[in-house]
């Protein structure tokens, strides 16, 4: 469903992605992997037309979306959610309002379906209760699951993950993974995430990816990755996650 | 010598691109306040926060501008012996100038700047990838309401601004200084045309677009860090502020 061929990016002069080939599973749980700075989100911006190749492609279906704008590009985000790494909830709104946004503006829905479906959702989140709170009150988790029901209120086919549990303690980033692969399992929408949580993604993915010096080393199933004998990749996986590998992106 | 010529060629084309930018991002906001969903309700909630909330700086801002210019031009005119025209000056100042450039420049340092960081605080918390995300252009939903609410919005603080200012005048000329009270409305009726109240309101929609235009791109474009939120706010103040005055020779010119 969502494919890139030879995707290249330079930021602030410095090249970011190097020639991206990588096939995203339909309704599979697929995690992107990499050292800081390696361009994981830069690539997940790409996947949504966030941000746009300097070359390759980027097909969502059987459509190019990498020089689209305006309506065209809008057309094709209508299958898509995303859960941004702060949330991104609209700090004006409260919590009902942010998971009640996209009934209402793109949908144009009114009246009790309305209330109806956004308690629905923050229930299946946990947030029961939590809709008359604004952004500004709640913890880091809540905030997370609160973006997570505004994500999933639409049912989109697809939700991109961009470091949905940095920041959080261990226990909370537990549980937003369980959440996400509870609704996953529920829903069945294709997910791509980026995470730095190893070895915690290998027991929730489908498949895992790496990013190293803006290319992909490595997609695989998320036992056959674990198995890989490459030793840059065996050391990565091994310390956690946290090395930065040459070649990254700093900026 | 080569290499500070260009800098300076680099300067100047940046200037002129960041120009062109920002063309390119009210154009593209008036485009989009034409296509449905037309946000109404967005534009009553910036009319309110741009213009009602306003008021009172506004009014404050007039009624002491108002008596400040009486006092001066009393002291002057009775040189002359035509205190009976302090009604007419302080009118003509009000709507010719002080009102729609004060008025803009309170609207600038209160709403301006408010616009500004809220929609920088968006851009650098990724509120606005999140409504990109949504298919919501955040053109059509953040932006357009306010250019929209500034274009309505500073008009009518200004015609506030005009009439406070010149009971302001008033209350200064007639009570304190002892001026006709006859002599003060007179000389304001007879002193105000039609050409000045429509060149007042034509800078007032000027001056209106201005700020919120400014604002907003400032804010839209703003560097992801708590320093490019702070530098874009004092560039969208500084810049409207410059644009109103400088704005306020070039239509002067235009109209006399």
Not at chain 1, 192 to 201: A, F, G, N, Q
Not at chain 2, 44 to 55: A, D
Not at chain 2, 60 to 67: C, E, I
């Amino acid at each position: 469903m969502i494919k890139l061929v030879g995707v290249e990016k330079t930021l602030g002069g410095q090249p970011v992605l190097q020639g991206i080939d990588l096939s995203i599973p339909v309704g599979k749980l697929t995690t992107i992997i990499g050292g800081s700075g390696s361009g994981k989100s830069v690539l997940l911006k790409h996947m949504i037309g966030l941000m746009q190749p300097d070359r390759g492609e980027v097909w969502v279906g059987d459509i190019e979306i990498s020089r689209l704008s305006g309506t065209p590009l809008n057309n094709v985000r209508k299958q898509f959610a995303m859960l941004f790494q702060g949330a991104a909830l609209f700090d004006s709104l409260s919590v009902f309002e942010n998971v009640a946004f996209p009934l209402r503006e793109k949908l144009r829905m009114k009246g009790p379906e309305v209330g109806r479906r956004v308690e629905e959702k923050l229930e299946e989140v946990g947030l029961t209760g939590m809709g008359h709170k604004f952004p500004a009150e709640l913890s880091g988790g809540m905030r997370k699951r609160a973006g997570l029901a505004r994500a999933l209120v639409m049912e989109p086919e697809i939700i991109l993950f961009d470091e949905p549990t940095t920041g959080l303690d261990p226990l909370m980033a537990k549980s937003i993974h369980d959440l996400i692969v509870t609704m996953h399992r529920r829903f069945g929408f294709t997910a791509v995430m980026v995470s730095h949580e190893i070895p915690e993604i290998f027991g929730i993915s489908d498949w895992v990816a790496m990013l190293r010096k803006g290319r992909i080393a490595l997609m695989a199933t998320s036992a056959e990755f674990q198995r890989t004998t490459d030793p840059d990749i065996q050391e990565f996986i091994s310390v956690g996650g946290t090395v930065a590998l040459p070649g990254s992106f700093v900026g | 010598m080569t290499h500070v010529i260009a800098q300076l060629g680099a300067w100047a084309v940046m200037r002129i691109q960041e120009m062109g930018r920002m063309l390119l991002f009210v154009l593209s906001a008036f485009a989009w306040l034409a296509r449905p969903p037309f946000r109404f309700h967005q534009i009553m909630k910036q009319l309110h926060f741009i213009g009602y909330r306003s008021t009172f700086v506004v009014v404050l801002t007039a009624g002491f501008t108002g008596m400040v210019l009486a006092l001066q031009g009393y002291y002057s005119l009775r040189k002359f012996g035509s205190e009976g025209l302090l009604g007419s000056a302080v009118a003509l100042s009000m709507i010719r100038e002080l009102g729609p450039v004060l008025a803009a420049l309170m609207v600038t340092a209160r709403a301006g700047s408010a616009m500004t960081a809220e929609i920088g605080i968006m851009r650098i918390t990724e509120q606005i990838d999140a409504l990109d995300t949504m298919a919501i252009n955040p053109r059509q939903y953040l932006i357009a309401p306010k250019l929209v609410a500034g274009i309505l919005g500073v008009p009518l603080l200004v015609a506030i601004f005009d009439v406070v200012g010149i009971y302001g005048g008033s209350l200064v000329g007639v009570d304190l200084l002892g001026v006709s009270q006859g002599a003060y409305w007179n000389s304001v009726e007879s002193a105000v045309e039609w050409k000045d109240v429509y060149g007042g309101i034509l800078k007032s929609v000027c001056f209106g677009l201005i700020v919120s235009w400014v604002c907003c791109y400032k804010g839209f474009y703003t560097r992801q860090s708590a320093e490019g939120l702070g530098s874009a706010t004092t560039e969208a103040v500084v810049l409207s502020s410059v644009l109103i005055l400088v704005g306020d020779y070039v239509l002067t010119s235009v109209l006399l």
